[in-house]
């Protein structure tokens, strides 16, 4: 009488359908690591802070067509959401000095901005904050007579920044890149379009 499959026995005595059973069972873990979500890596602990304060000058210099220079110079901060909470409506936060600097008159949240140099800052709304640039030096809460209030896209609930960052950064599909300056803070993120004169 013919054997089935599970019956037929190799010379050592073992069952060939037993062995590669068994010798699948003892992969499986390997196998099934490979497509399990990966858990990032946490970094190790500094034993000692590698800054004894969060402030250090940053700068950024962007190079776009047309040769225009866009550069934004400001102080890393850590976020102090009590202060943000107080904030009055058309109460001005400085962004800890951030100044930004123009080769050509741009146009930057639907303002015209001159060429120049520019302290950048966010003042408070009902809805949560707008960027205004406005002359004068970084760290000024004076906007003076004639601020450029940007057409500010502001949301409460993104990705959580530990300190404040300011960029320019682009964005949408690559046959029509936009360009936008970006603030973020805690959960915050502000950004104004910036568009290119013709």
């Not at 225009?68 to 962004?95: C, D, I, M, P, R």
Request: glycine share 8%.
């Amino acid at each position: 009488m013919a054997r089935m499959p599970s019956e037929i026995v190799s010379p050592s005595g073992r069952s060939p359908l037993l062995v590669a059973t068994l010798a699948a069972l003892a992969l499986l873990p390997f196998g099934l690591r490979a497509f399990s979500p990966r858990a990032e890596a946490a970094l190790p602990a500094a034993t000692t802070p590698v800054l004894p304060h969060p402030h250090f000058p940053k700068r950024l210099e962007c190079r776009l067509p047309k040769d225009v220079v866009l550069e934004l110079a400001y102080q890393t901060a850590s976020f102090n959401a009590e202060k943000a909470k107080g904030l009055a409506v058309g109460k001005v936060w400085h962004l800890a000095g951030a100044t930004l600097r123009c080769s050509h008159q741009l146009s930057i949240g639907g303002r015209e901005v001159p060429a120049g140099e520019h302290a950048l800052s966010a003042r408070r709304t009902e809805a949560g904050f707008e960027l205004v640039l406005h002359a004068g030096k970084g760290f000024s809460t004076d906007l003076g007579d004639a601020p450029h209030v940007l057409a500010t896209d502001f949301t409460a609930d993104a990705e959580r920044f530990e300190h404040l960052s300011i960029d320019v950064q682009p964005g949408g599909a690559k046959e029509r890149t936009e360009l936008f300056l970006e603030v973020r803070f805690d959960t915050m993120r502000a950004r104004a379009r910036i568009e290119l004169s013709q």
